[in-house]
């Protein structure tokens, strides 16, 4: 079992940068793939970006990956999700989410952290 707390959240003007923490719990959370989705007002949950155990990342678009970046900390059981430039539609809940290198979906999520942008 992994259990993922997410924090960093809050609410910031737009132009401003965040950094979302995903804490996880477990021995072997070096070999879980790590990833970012999001949830907007009245849209459905979508994929930010993805980091793999061996640290290859993948973004939502070519256009996100300017301004957002995904990392690791192994060593700290940690994944997080720096976002520079923030724009009123960035606004959502951010969620953290684990699954094992071989698994085709994801396994654990967390509770996620509200991001709003003010305009």
């Known amino acids: 079992q992994v259990q993922l707390v997410e924090s960093g959240g809050g609410l910031v003007q737009a132009g401003g940068s965040l950094r979302l923490s995903c804490a996880a719990s477990g021995r072997t959370f070096s070999s879980y793939d790590m990833g970012w989705f999001r949830q907007a007002p009245g849209k459905e949950r979508e994929f930010v970006a993805r980091i793999t155990w061996s640290g290859g990342s993948i973004y939502k678009s070519d256009s996100l990956k300017g301004r957002f970046t995904i990392s690791r900390d192994n060593a700290n059981n940690a994944a997080y999700l720096q976002i520079n430039s923030l724009k009123p539609e960035n606004t959502a809940v951010y969620y953290c989410?684990?699954?094992?290198?071989?698994?085709?979906?994801?396994?654990?999520w967390g509770q996620g952290t509200q991001v709003t942008v003010s305009s």
């Open positions: 989410a684990a699954k094992r290198w071989e698994e085709l979906t994801w396994e654990y």
